[in-house]
T-cell receptor
Framework: DTGVSQDPRHKITKRGQNVTFRCDPI?????LYWYRQTLGQGPEFLTY????????KSRLLSDRFSAERPKGSFSTLEIQRTEQGDSAMYLC????????????????FGPGTRLTVL | GESVGLHLPTLSVQEGDNSIINCAYS??????FIWYKQESGKGPQFIID?????DKRQGQRVTVLLNKTVKHLSLQIAATQPGDSAVYFC?????????????FGRGTQLTVWP
């Protein structure tokens, strides 16, 4: 399988605990995105990387959230001191941007990690 | 700000009929549009995309139409099949240098009846 993979697929945690999710993009894709999706809504952008550089962060990404892509391959998204409002599907996507200003930056999504905060 | 929305939240069609899913956007600076299909419990799956310098693009059983005058996007699915049942999202990218984010609408639930 050469698609985007995410781990774990499901995570149940208690309020106040820290959680970390992993995303493995499609091989050789240089861009990696994180989105959050709540029930009945479309995905909302959180942040994205080009190689190892984090280029943009949404205002949704509070100081409890941190994302890394240390070697420009896989990425992790950590949520500290989880709150019930963090319950959502966390989606990762990757793309191969051929130029810095490439508009046709087709993003391919992984299956997501469903987080439930009790 | 950017806004991507949908005219209808649900659409029911009979197997074999054609489906049309509509989407409105408000940002004239949007230069790239994508349709995704999302089945329950899965991530969005790329269907087809179109750049703003085009008004029509065809794929296998799908056609995307873009009307920039009225800021309207549609996805046509020919000979709809039960496997097409899913939520369909349109997404847009706003023109800019390093802005890679996509803006998604709420989605349309397509149900195909046998």
């Amino acid at each position: 399988d050469t698609g985007v993979s995410q781990d774990p697929r499901h995570k149940i945690t208690k309020r106040g605990q820290n959680v970390t999710f992993r995303c493995d993009p499609i091989s050789e894709h240089n861009r990696l995105y994180w989105y959050r999706q709540t029930l009945g809504q479309g995905p909302e952008f959180l942040t994205y990387f080009q190689n190892e550089a984090q280029l943009e962060k949404s205002r949704l990404l509070s100081d409890r959230f941190s994302a890394e892509r240390p070697k420009g391959s896989f990425s992790t998204l950590e949520i500290q001191r989880t709150e019930q409002g963090d319950s959502a599907m966390y989606l990762c996507a990757s793309s191969l941007a051929t130029s810095r200003d490439s508009p046709r930056d087709t993003q391919y999504f992984g299956p997501g990690t469903r987080l439930t905060v009790l | 700000g950017e806004s991507v929305g949908l005219h209808l939240p649900t659409l029911s069609v009979q197997e074999g009929d054609n489906s049309i899913i509509n989407c409105a956007y408000s940002n004239s600076a949007s230069d790239y549009f994508i349709w995704y299909k999302q089945e329950s419990g899965k991530g969005p799956q790329f269907i087809i995309d179109i750049r703003s310098n085009m008004d029509k693009r065809q794929g296998q059983r799908v056609t995307v139409l873009l009307n920039k005058t009225v800021k309207h996007l549609s996805l046509q699915i020919a000979a709809t099949q039960p496997g097409d049942s899913a939520v369909y999202f349109c997404a847009e990218k706003v023109g800019g240098s390093t802005l890679g984010r996509l803006y998604f609408g709420r989605g349309t639930q397509l149900t195909v009846w046998p």
